[in-house]
C-alpha cells in the first residue's frame, strides 16, 4: 500500500495544484492573479508555492513586466504526475477503501 | 511571525483531510478555471448573436430595395457591433489576465486577425461607398465581405482551439452567406440576421446544454 503524497495532501497545496493543473501545458499563472482566485494571502500562498516548488513540482519564474517585478507559477511535468497520482488514489480510497 | 499560525493551522488539518474533500477541492479547481480562467464562448457568442439578429433585422427593414441603408439604421448596426466588440474584448481581458505562455500568444494573434480584417473591411467597404459603381453591386458587396471574413476566422479559429462547434458555426455562416446572395439584397439582410445571428445564438445554448453535462475535467 502506498502512502499519500504529503506535499500534494494538504488542501492549500492541493488547490494551487489543482488551479496550476488547468492551464494548457506551457502557459503559466501570474503569482497575484492566482492568489485572487484562491483568496490566499500573499504570504500563505508563498509558502505553500515554496513547498510545491522544493518538491520540483511547481516552477517558478521571477521576471519583469516594465519596471514591475512579477512571478509567474507553472505545474512541471513531475507535478502533473503527482497529482494524477494522487487523484487516482483519493478515488481507490473512496471505492475500495485503500489506495494500491 | 504573522504566517506561522496560518501554516500551523493547515498542518494541523492536512492529516485529517478526507477523499471526498480532496476530490472536491480537485473539481473545484477545475471548475474555477472553466469559470474564471477562461474565455466563456456562450457570452461572447450571445452578443454578437444578438447583435447580428436585431442589427440585420433592422437594416432589413429600413433598406430600401437596392439595399441601400439609411444613415441612421447604420448608425445603430455599429453601434450594436462595437459593444459586443468591447464587450469580448473587457471579458477576454479579465478572463485571461496573468496568463502567460502559448495560448496567451495565440489568444493575441487571433484577436490581431479580428482587428487587422475589420479594419481593412472598413476601409474597402468605405471605398464602395465613395465610388461611381452602382448600389446593386456595391450593397451585396458590402454586405458579404465583413460576413465572408466572420466565417473564414471562425473557421480559422476552430482550428487553434481545435472547437468542432466554432467550425460548424463559421462553415454555417459562410453557407448562409451564400444563400442569402441569391435572395434579393434586402432580403439577404433577414437571412443573415436570422441564419448568422441565430446560428450564434443556438450554438451559445448548445454549449451550454454540453457544458453542464460534462463532469469537471480532473486530472
Known sequence: ?100 | MAEQPETQKDSAREDVMEPAESLRILDQGASTARNRLQPDDRQILVAWGSSWLIGYILLWLTSDANGTIALWAFAVFMALLISAALFTAIHLGRRTAGIRGPSATSGSMYGGAWIISFIAVFVINNRLAASDLDASITAPVSFGLPVMVVAILYMAGAAIYRSRAQFVLGAWIMGSLLLSLFAEMPTAYAVMGFAGGGAMLITALVLHALRGRTTPRTP
Open chain 1, 1 to 100: 500500500m502506498s502512502t499519500l503524497d504529503p506535499v500534494i495532501h494538504a488542501p492549500a497545496r492541493l488547490q494551487i495544484a489543482a488551479t496550476l493543473a488547468q492551464l494548457p501545458v506551457g502557459d503559466s499563472l501570474a503569482f497575484t492573479r492566482l492568489q485572487k482566485e484562491l483568496s490566499m494571502t500573499a504570504g500563505n500562498l508563498s509558502t505553500h508555492v515554496q513547498k510545491l516548488e522544493n518538491a520540483g513540482y511547481v516552477e517558478v519564474t521571477k521576471t519583469y513586466e516594465g519596471r514591475s517585478p512579477v512571478t509567474y507559477l507553472a505545474l512541471s511535468t513531475s507535478g502533473r504526475g503527482a497529482l494524477e497520482t494522487y487523484t487516482r488514489q483519493m478515488r481507490e480510497i473512496l471505492t475500495k477503501g485503500t489506495p494500491d
